[in-house]
């Protein structure tokens, strides 16, 4: 047990790389499956995820922010305005800590706010959460 703890230590084994991808949203929305999230180091969009839409109802997505651990936003691609009651709806993102020259297998995380609205609803609603990707 000292000996692998020496091991993650120094860096020679990395617990990071058994880690699987994983994307989390506060109700009523959620992540899809499992694949249904990537980040791509030489797509344009590059970071991309799908959300399912558990509200009961419609609804209008006002604004998705993406925040790298870094402090940057990214950039939102898609011109997704509503997602349909038990639909879901793929998000895409411009992201700048992920280019050409990000080698595959490196983690990408940030936080993910999605602010809407339910259909027949007046006021603005956050689902907040977290992705940690693997870029290919």
Same mark, same amino acid.
């Given at each position: 047990?000292?000996?692998l703890?020496?091991?993650? #230590?120094?860096?020679?084994i990395?617990?990071? &790389?058994?880690?699987?991808d994983n994307c989390?949203?506060t109700?009523?929305?959620? *992540?899809s499956?499992i694949g @249904?999230?990537?980040?791509?180091n030489?797509a344009a969009?590059n970071? !991309?995820? &799908?959300?399912?839409?558990g509200a009961?109802?419609?609804i209008t997505?006002v604004?998705a922010?993406v925040?790298e651990? @870094?402090g940057?936003l *990214?950039?939102?691609?898609?011109a997704i305005t +509503?997602? +349909?009651?038990? +639909?879901?709806a793929e !998000?895409t993102? =411009? *992201?700048?800590?992920?280019?050409?020259? =990000?080698e595959?297998?490196?983690?990408?995380?940030a936080?993910?706010?999605?602010? #809407?609205?339910i259909?027949?609803?007046?006021y603005n609603q =956050? +689902?907040?959460g977290?992705?940690?990707? &693997?870029v290919q």
């Amino acid at each position: 047990l000292i000996a692998l703890g020496a091991l993650v #230590y120094f860096g020679v084994i990395s617990p990071e &790389r058994f880690v699987q991808d994983n994307c989390t949203l506060t109700p009523p929305l959620s *992540c899809s499956e499992i694949g @249904d999230y990537v980040a791509y180091n030489l797509a344009a969009s590059n970071v !991309l995820f &799908r959300v399912n839409n558990g509200a009961g109802n419609t609804i209008t997505v006002v604004d998705a922010d993406v925040e790298e651990i @870094d402090g940057n936003l *990214c950039t939102r691609t898609d011109a997704i305005t +509503s997602i +349909s009651d038990g +639909s879901e709806a793929e !998000l895409t993102f =411009t *992201c700048n800590d992920i280019n050409a020259a =990000t080698e595959e297998g490196t983690r990408f995380k940030a936080d993910l706010n999605i602010i #809407y609205t339910i259909s027949g609803g007046a006021y603005n609603q =956050t +689902s907040s959460g977290q992705v940690v990707l &693997r870029v290919q």
